[in-house]
């Protein structure tokens, strides 16, 4: 029972473009939302997060989009470096953000050439 | 400022043998967590733990697995009598308190079962 999926398993992107990931949900009690970012043989590292209260949420080069009416998140990153190539996974929680539990899809590998 | 230290990176176990994994969370975070990632699969809960307390461990195999988080010393996820499919990448990650966002993650334990 996969709850968040991420239907992409790769993107590749030229250098200068924008960059954008997808992830979709089924549990309509998720209300916070996180983008995390993985190098191999490294931990994923947390990018940005939006709370349901919100569509968007913007930090840098990234923003974050909610559509709850669809259970549909975006991540854009613009523009894209090729240091931005990696695993993107994106999760989901409840309470807020306050539980500790992440419910993390299964990633999209991006790849932005030079 | 050292992160999250997990160790041994890599682990080789034959099956029927004992896995510990080891992990140090950030200096003054007191929650720790465990997840797990198994081949072309996203991260998968595992437990929280506070200090000596275990507070969400439903992502736990019932058997075989456990956790720990003692007072004074890493955290250890020990299982017993190992098996193929126990063979993944082992993550752990830490807080100072109950933000999701704020979590930390180590580089992992890669856990293979021979």
């Known amino acids: 029972d996969q709850q968040v999926k991420q239907n992409s398993p790769s993107l590749s992107v030229q250098e200068g473009r924008i960059s954008i990931l997808n992830c979709d949900y089924t549990?309509?009690?998720?209300?916070?939302f996180l983008w995390y970012k993985k190098y191999p043989a490294e931990g994923p590292t947390f990018l940005i997060s939006?709370?349901?209260?919100?569509d968007k949420n913007e930090d840098g080069r990234f923003t974050v989009f909610l559509n709850k009416s669809a259970k549909h998140l975006s991540l854009h990153i613009v523009p894209s470096q090729p240091g931005d190539s990696a695993v993107y996974f994106c999760?989901?929680?409840?309470?807020?953000?306050?539980?500790?539990?992440?419910?993390f899809g299964t990633g999209t590998l991006l790849a932005v050439q030079p | 400022n050292a992160g999250v230290m997990q160790n041994p990176r890599h682990l080789v176990r034959r099956r029927g043998q004992e896995a510990r994994l080891r992990c140090s969370p950030v200096?003054?975070?007191?929650?720790v967590y465990w997840y797990r990632q198994l081949p072309e699969e996203g991260l998968k809960f595992m437990v929280y733990?506070?200090?000596?307390?275990?507070?969400?461990e439903s992502g736990m195999p019932k058997e075989r697995f456990s956790a720990e988080f003692p007072k004074e010393g890493p955290s250890i996820l020990r299982i017993q009598q190992v098996v193929r499919g126990d063979s993944a990448a082992y993550f752990c990650?830490?807080?100072?308190?109950?933000?999701?966002?704020?979590?930390?993650f180590g580089s992992g334990t890669r856990l293979t079962v021979v």
């Open positions: 733990l506070q200090k000596e307390n275990i507070i969400d």
């Open positions: 549990n309509s009690m998720f209300d916070y």
């Open positions: 999760a989901a929680t409840t309470d807020g953000g306050a539980t500790n539990k992440l419910i």
């Open positions: 200096k003054g975070h007191s929650h």
């Open positions: 939006i709370s349901s209260i919100k």
């Open positions: 990650a830490s807080s100072p308190g109950a933000v999701p966002g704020g979590y930390t």
